[in-house]
């Protein structure tokens, strides 16, 4: 049975066409007339790059539509790049009389986002920008070198996966880079981390025969299955460890030489592995966005706070300036690493 979608009925008021736009899950999977799904594979100033999607995951890259939503829906949201993300899963109706190079079409709706990975405004605090939604990986890559290994980072990642209910990957990049003495600094952080459950990977993106590596190997195997995000700091190699996978679209990578400190890759873009997958490449993010958490609920995102809060004397406890703190004591006895809690502090304070 095939039934029109409310939203495109002509009677509807313009402030219930702008709310309508997304539609409730119960009703998404609804056949539209002469609509198709599809999924955004890119988002532009005043246009999105969507391609269908037959079944979830089913996503056909060759098939690449110009996407624009209709005018009324833009203004509340004002741009295109405010309303929809990478990653969102829409329905979108042919739009006949526009076919040139690429097939036209209006995005006429989009699904509830499961989730999604978002970066501070550089001016605005409280601002943040969505970057890709629906996502099942988030890859948090870094680099051993060039730039610095940053764990403050990697632990405001996990703080965001868990919020976001993402399920985490430690990727360290570059080993080849790596040198006795920060083995000796980094590898103790690694074993924690993997102590606390977190999948932990280290490999280097510089080699072409990736099945030389075995934890290259295990990263195909995630791939795989779903849609991963690749985020972490600019020159990391997210880029350079997607290309391993062939990409429908290979991805840029700057050469070391002229690299400047500027971002090689510069929107998010939604690619399929012949390797099997989907990823989103991503800019390197300075701020990633922790969005609204209170902060007697920032400890509970620190998995190995839980063993030991029922010592704080307060259920608030914000483990900082507490007397009695069953995670500060903790720390004192080694059974929460020490970098872990000054992370913590960190956001705390931010
Ligand atoms: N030594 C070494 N260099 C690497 C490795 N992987 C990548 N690189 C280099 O690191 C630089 C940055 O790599 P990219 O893949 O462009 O990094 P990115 O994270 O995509 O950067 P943005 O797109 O700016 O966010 C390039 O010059 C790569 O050749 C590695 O395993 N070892
Ligand atoms: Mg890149
Ligand atoms: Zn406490």
Request: hydrophobic content about 40%.
């Amino acid at each position: 049975m095939t039934k029109k979608r409310p939203i495109s009925r002509k009677d509807w008021s313009a402030d219930e066409l702008r709310e309508n736009f997304t539609t409730p899950e119960t009703e998404w999977s609804r056949q539209v007339e002469g609509a198709f799904a599809a999924r955004v594979v890119e988002v532009h100033k005043g246009y999105a790059f969507v391609s269908s999607e037959k079944k979830l995951h089913a996503i056909d890259m060759h098939d690449v539509w110009l996407g624009t939503v209709p005018r009324r829906f833009l203004l509340a949201k004002k741009s295109t790049r405010k309303l929809l993300a990478v990653g969102d899963r829409v329905w979108c109706e042919p739009d006949a009389h526009r076919q040139k190079e690429l097939p036209h079409c209006r995005i006429m709706s989009n699904a509830p986002r499961h989730n999604v990975l978002a970066r501070s405004d550089s001016r605005h605090k409280t601002m943040s920008h969505i970057i890709a939604s629906n996502i099942d990986h988030l890859i948090i890559t870094s680099a051993f070198a060039k730039p610095p290994l940053d764990f403050t980072l990697i632990d405001r990642y996990l703080v965001g996966a868990a919020q976001q209910n993402i399920a985490p990957l430690l990727v360290f990049n570059k080993s080849d880079l790596l040198d006795e003495g920060q083995r000796q600094a980094y590898m103790p952080r690694l074993a924690n981390y993997r102590r606390l459950g977190y999948r932990v990977l280290v490999v280097q993106a510089l080699s072409q025969d990736f099945q030389a590596q075995a934890d290259l190997v295990a990263l195909q195997k995630i791939l795989a299955q779903g849609i991963a995000v690749f985020s972490g700091n600019s020159g990391v190699g997210k880029s350079s460890l997607i290309n391993l996978f062939m990409p429908l679209i290979p991805q840029a990578v700057a050469a070391e030489l002229s690299r400047s400190g500027q971002h090689t890759t510069t929107y998010a873009s939604l690619l399929s592995l012949q390797t099997g997958g989907y990823v989103i490449d991503t800019p390197g993010i300075k701020k990633f966005s922790l969005g609204e958490i209170p902060p007697a609920q920032l400890g509970n995102f620190f998995i190995e706070f839980a063993a030991q809060t029922d010592k704080c004397r307060y259920r608030s406890c914000l483990h900082d300036r507490e007397a009695v703190c069953g995670v500060k004591d903790a720390v004192k006895t080694g059974d929460i690493c020490a970098a872990r809690y000054a992370s913590y502090l960190t956001l705390l304070a931010q």
